[in-house]
């Protein structure tokens, strides 16, 4: 078993990158005056990207799940459901496709995906179900037309770094520091699932606020008895979409301080505050966690 390495110095310079490509849809609103459209679009790929990376990330767990004593459950399963002690006692059994379909040089740098795991994989993908209504509401309600956002060029060039971000950073969670070998495949999952559903909390509390806010300055604003643009540097712009900053602000802040809890909470034995909330639930005692990033 290979012992967890926990971040150093050097991947400071992994976090700016991670950070700087979240102001990146900032950019585009108070630079290139894009509307809300664009910046849900962004959002929604990079969330689509980092759940399809989390689930084949799953495939390769090799502890077995425990689902006693749980507060979060993910989709397709429930404080009802039942595991199947045949199928997770035990060494898991390789599937043996990646012998299959890699070149035996880099088949030998990736670990097996193991049969136990595709079923789990497939339960949670309900999840894409509700990405997929999402969409559908963000097409009917908000992008009127989600193509054309999509397929700009700014937008598809943002998206990219994104989500490249996030797979960078996903490869350094489970696959520089091998946690595959520490983690289930609920555990794996079950991260993904919680960010998504931080993610939903701020679009539900943060951006309502955010816009309301937008609008008690630009009632402020209007009242004042001089003209707007004598404040020069400090005056709003005309052409940002204040539906678009209500938006990208509160997510901007929002990811950033999700991505530095990310890398305590995978980082850290028992973190605490925000990042604990990004720590999937480990049923090994914490003594037994710190002596496995030991060895």
Avoid at 7 to 33: K, M
Avoid at 165 to 194: D, G, H, K
Avoid at 213 to 227: E, F, R, S
Avoid at 258 to 276: C, K, M, T, W
Wanted: charged content about 20%.
């Amino acid at each position: 078993m290979t012992a967890l390495r926990p971040s150093t110095s050097s991947d400071g310079g992994g976090l700016a990158v991670v950070l700087a490509a979240n102001l990146l849809p900032v950019a585009g609103v108070l630079v290139l005056g894009w509307r809300a459209a664009e910046v849900l679009v962004v959002y929604w790929i990079e969330l689509v990207v980092m759940v399809a990376a989390y689930s084949v990330a799953a495939l390769f767990a090799e502890r077995p799940i425990d689902l006693e004593d749980r507060e979060f459950y993910i989709v397709g399963f429930s404080e009802n459901s039942e595991i199947d002690p045949d199928r997770w006692s035990g060494d898991p059994e390789p599937v043996g496709v990646v012998d299959r379909v890699l070149p035996s040089a880099v088949a030998e740098r990736v670990p097996p995906i193991y049969r136990r795991n595709v079923p789990v994989v497939a339960r949670s993908l309900g999840i894409a179900g509700f990405l997929a209504f999402g969409a559908l509401v963000l097409a009917d309600t908000v992008v009127t037309d989600p193509v054309a956002a999509a397929s700009s060029p700014a937008v598809l060039a943002a998206s990219l770094a994104v989500c490249v971000s996030q797979a960078a950073e996903i490869r350094r969670e489970f696959f520089v520091t091998p946690r595959y070998e520490q983690w289930s495949p609920y555990m794996v999952l079950e991260a993904a699932q919680r960010v998504v559903t931080y993610y939903l909390c701020i679009g539900m509390v943060a951006v309502p606020v955010s816009f309301l806010g937008l609008v008690l300055v630009a009632g402020a604003v209007d009242a004042l008895p001089v003209d707007p643009a004598a404040l020069g540097p400090l005056a709003p712009a005309t052409d940002v979409d204040p539906f678009a900053l209500a938006y990208v602000v509160p997510f901007a802040l929002a990811k950033a301080a999700a991505d530095r809890s990310r890398r305590i909470a995978f980082d850290e034995v028992d973190p605490g505050g925000l990042a604990g909330w990004f720590a999937p639930e480990d049923p090994r005692p914490a003594w037994l966690r710190e002596q496995e990033r030991e060895w």
